[in-house]
């Protein structure tokens, strides 16, 4: 038996997928949630999808008319594996795609930059969300929650520039509101916070909020990427270094009003994120 008029979200147990799952079900869509695990998640029908498994995505793609796509976790070539995918997506009957990318890399760029060119070429309904950095990246095991509780710091290599951080619940009511509006967005968008923020801005709020004493420590480009090298392969550290940079140049020192836009709520403050989700109980 097949799911009709159902939304694919590949990536349903992570950061924004989970979140996307949730809104949809809340707005009466069916969801299927996919990831390499089936986890269930509560209305949703869970389904195996491994981008690495191309014996997977048939199941996946069954019944589905629109899917959110989560590019493969650390692949620094991620349209190796996501163009094949999308051309049997559309082979399959999907007419709508929303892809999560990043406001550092632009259509025809880097990794997923590559996918972002091909996209709408491939589907009449599209849009490529292009999200500044997480407030998320603060919380739970990622590599500046853990330095913050191990020696209060917050490393980088981005200097005094500034950052449009967001909330991934933010990202997500855009992506709700891109996969299922009458009328697709058609375009990329760029996703901010309202306002932007240096690291050194960044360690103060967490540490007034906190009542935990944090600083930012200030990295070159080197020793980024020797750190990052250590836990992922070096061309992926590499890129992530660079991104550094570029923030130090003030590739990302910009604010934007899609999510006022398209959701009819402003985004929420990094000091509100803070006040409900960074915890040091772990």
């Not at 916070?193 to 690291?199: E, K, M």
């Not at 910009?254 to 989700?277: H, I, K, M, N």
Request: aromatic share 6%; hydrophobic share 45%; glycine share 10%.
């Amino acid at each position: 038996m097949t799911t009709s008029n159902a939304t694919l979200v590949i990536g349903a147990t992570g950061t924004t997928g989970r979140r996307v799952t949730a809104g949809l079900i809340a707005k009466g869509h069916r969801v299927k949630a996919a990831g390499r695990s089936a986890t269930p998640l509560e209305g949703a029908q869970a389904v195996r999808f491994d981008w690495d498994e191309p014996a997977t995505w048939s199941e996946a793609l069954d019944g589905i008319d629109r899917v959110y796509l989560i590019p493969p976790i650390g692949s620094s070539e991620p349209a190796a594996a996501m163009l094949p995918f999308l051309r049997q997506a559309r082979a399959a009957g999907v007419h709508r795609a929303v892809l999560l990318s990043s406001s550092a890399i632009p259509a025809g760029g880097p990794a997923v930059g590559q996918v972002h060119e091909a996209l709408p070429g491939l589907f009449e309904e599209w849009a490529v969300l292009r999200p500044s950095w997480f407030m998320q990246n603060f919380t739970g095991s990622t590599p500046h929650a853990r330095s913050i509780r191990e020696d209060g710091a917050i490393l980088t290599a981005s200097g005094d520039g500034r950052v449009g951080f967001i909330d991934a619940e933010d990202i997500a009511a855009v992506a709700v509101c891109a996969l299922t509006d009458e009328q697709a967005p058609n375009t990329d968008l760029i996703l901010t916070g309202p306002q932007t923020l240096s690291y050194d801005d960044v360690a103060a709020i967490i540490g007034e909020v906190t009542g935990r004493p944090v600083v930012h420590r200030h990295l070159t480009f080197e020793q980024l990427r020797d750190r990052w090298a250590a836990e992922i392969p070096l061309e992926f550290a590499t890129m992530l270094a660079g991104m550094d940079r570029a923030i130090a140049d003030g590739a990302e020192d910009r604010t934007s009003d899609t999510v006022q836009r398209l959701t009819g709520r402003p985004p929420g403050t990094f000091r509100a994120f803070v006040e409900r989700e960074v915890t040091w109980n772990s």
